[in-house]
């Protein structure tokens, strides 16, 4: 059973649609990430928060935006998305305020943009 | 800059079969954190170990080992009579500390595709 759980799996949109994303962790951790895993590419950090206040942002588009209400939730909003963004998104927490601690993942929300 | 190579795409093996997958990783700083992670077809990253920089001491977990190796900059993973529910992609990661100005965050590799067949 995962701590972490993301909804929807499974998500198609359109490049003008606009969706969320949703991750919750009952797990009691302080920290929570977005990372996005394309085919043959390693995994990239997209943003992490920490305790509701985002500490890392990689230069992820302005089409991605992230929101996290309180240390048990966090949304990936998508806007006018283009094809390439077609990826499998996962979130991930973590204990405590450290980003070496060791980050838990969810099931990840599988993303086609047509 | 930090970097982890998984060198082997994938391979295949027969169940019972051990397999090693090999980890190497670059790293300017001298306290850093090592990370292997599994993910099955079902898409989820599962946690399997975590190293801290000062600790060689190679580990044992059930069917699962892992060799910490500093002076070739190598943790690699070895699975002994592998079975089917093995087959997955694994991830071999590095973190820096945060001490060192760096973010901490997980740099991962490109991952080792494992099939085990019957």
């Known amino acids: 059973e995962t701590g972490v759980t993301q909804t929807p799996r499974h998500l198609v949109m359109g490049m003008t649609n606009k969706k969320s994303l949703k991750c919750e962790q009952h797990?009691?951790?302080?920290?929570m990430y977005w990372y996005k895993q394309s085919a043959k590419k390693p995994l990239e950090l997209m943003f992490v928060?920490?305790?509701?206040?985002?500490?890392e942002n990689n230069s992820v588009p302005s089409r991605f935006s992230p929101e996290c209400p309180n240390s048990s939730h966090l949304f990936l909003h998508l806007h006018t998305l283009q094809p390439e963004d077609s990826a499998l998104y996962l979130c991930?927490?973590?204990?405590?305020?450290?980003?070496?601690?060791?980050?838990?993942f969810g099931p990840g929300t599988r993303l086609t943009v047509l | 800059a930090q970097k982890v190579t998984q060198a082997q795409t994938e391979i295949s093996v027969v169940e019972k079969e051990d397999v090693t997958l090999d980890c190497v990783y670059e790293?300017?700083?001298?306290?850093?954190?090592l990370f292997w992670y599994k993910q099955p077809p079902s898409g989820e990253l599962v946690f399997l170990i975590r190293?801290?920089?000062?600790?060689?001491q190679n580990e044992i977990s059930g069917r699962y080992s892992w060799n910490f190796q500093k002076s070739t900059s190598s943790f690699n993973f070895t699975i002994t009579a592998s079975q089917v529910v093995d087959s997955a992609v694994y991830f071999c990661?590095?973190?820096?500390?945060?001490?060192?100005?760096?973010?901490?965050?997980?740099?991962f590799g490109q991952g080792t595709t494992l099939q085990v067949k019957p």
């Open positions: 790293t300017r700083d001298t306290t850093y954190y």
């Open positions: 190293r801290n920089s000062f600790d060689e």
């Open positions: 797990l009691g951790h302080n920290a």
């Open positions: 928060y920490s305790l509701e206040e985002r500490v």
């Open positions: 990661a590095l973190s820096e500390h945060e001490w060192s100005g760096n973010t901490g965050k997980l740099i």
């Open positions: 991930a927490s973590s204990p405590g305020q450290l980003l070496t601690d060791t980050q838990y």
